[in-house]
């Protein structure tokens, strides 16, 4: 079962975008981490240990005004880049899910789904919001867009999944590796050498085996056997007090929409081009903090095992 969000807060706040239609929306996490982060600890006073900038050559610490940014073009070459230099290359922060097109649900292979977020409506915004839901699901589409949250620029599917439409961030084509060098079996059950008896024995194998998804029914176990040892030694006293650092988070804004109607006429005459999409419709998005969800995801002084 899907853990509510009813409390969670907003990380973004702005609109999607397609044609000339604006819909007001605020992106919630769709996930939470669930592993186990094990804190670097000082064992004689307890302290928090973070990280050190180190010299990897000589050892030594340095400090910070003494560090400058490379890219690494050939083994050992480097190119500086300047704090200038890469802010100005920053993407422009929009507060807008900017969709481009829309694709077959079914185009998008499962290796490019990176990390979803939940889209809610707001201000006002949730007609307009079921009226996209519901096409998509007619048409059985997803949205492609691009979106900026922090300073990164995302690829994303618009996909609607029941009441919800969740934006899955997706990875870029250059991030997935090809498998071409890799050996696979050819495709086709003659092409691989198998016979009619061994497909429809597996088929019954894989048809004995099912059964309905049920997320609830699996269990990380490494995580429950360590928790289970982490509640044995709270009940018997063994713990330390540990005060770690507090940290904030950004608010985003809201966006307004026009008659819907209008816009869908206009944006069908059009074309949905995106000389119209960038034409100024009603009150823009006020330019606040961008989203800090993901740096405070990370945590300050945390290191995974």
């Not at 085996?209 to 995580?223: I, L």
Request: glycine share 8%; proline share 5%.
């Amino acid at each position: 079962m899907a853990t509510s969000t009813a409390s969670s807060r907003a990380l973004w706040k702005g609109a999607i975008s397609f044609g000339l239609v604006h819909i007001p929306v605020a992106l919630h996490s769709a996930t939470s981490e669930q592993g186990l982060d094990f804190d670097w600890l000082d064992k004689r006073t307890m302290d928090p240990v973070g990280y050190k900038r180190v010299n990897k050559k000589t050892g030594k610490e340095i400090e910070r005004e003494n560090i400058v940014k490379g890219i690494e073009y050939e083994d050992g070459h480097y190119v500086i880049l300047s704090e200038k230099e890469i802010a100005a290359a920053y993407p422009k922060t929009t507060q807008t899910i900017e969709i481009e097109m829309f694709v077959p649900a079914t185009d998008i292979p499962f290796v490019y789904l990176e990390r979803p977020y939940y889209i809610v409506p707001i201000n006002k915004g949730a007609k307009v919001y079921a009226l996209l839901r519901e096409a998509l699901l007619k048409t059985r589409r997803v949205g492609i867009a691009r979106v900026v949250i922090q300073t990164k620029q995302h690829l994303a599917a618009l996909v609607p999944s029941g009441p919800a439409l969740v934006l899955n961030l997706l990875r870029w084509g250059d991030e997935i590796r090809s498998w071409e060098n890799l050996s696979f079996p050819p495709e086709g059950a003659e092409e691989a050498g198998i016979n009619e008896k061994e497909l429809k024995m597996a088929e019954q194998l894989v048809m004995d085996m099912s059964g309905k998804w049920r997320p609830e029914d699996f269990r990380d176990s490494f995580k429950t056997e360590v928790m289970k040892l982490v509640h044995e030694k709270v009940e018997t006293g063994d713990i330390e007090t540990v005060i770690q650092p507090e940290e904030s988070e950004g608010r985003g804004s809201g966006a307004q929409i026009l008659d819907l109607t209008e816009l869908l006429q206009r944006s069908l005459k059009k074309g949905g081009g995106k000389e119209e999409r960038e034409k100024p419709l009603g009150r823009k998005s006020a330019k606040t903090g961008p989203d800090r969800a993901e740096a405070a995801a990370k945590g300050a002084h945390k290191r995974r095992a």
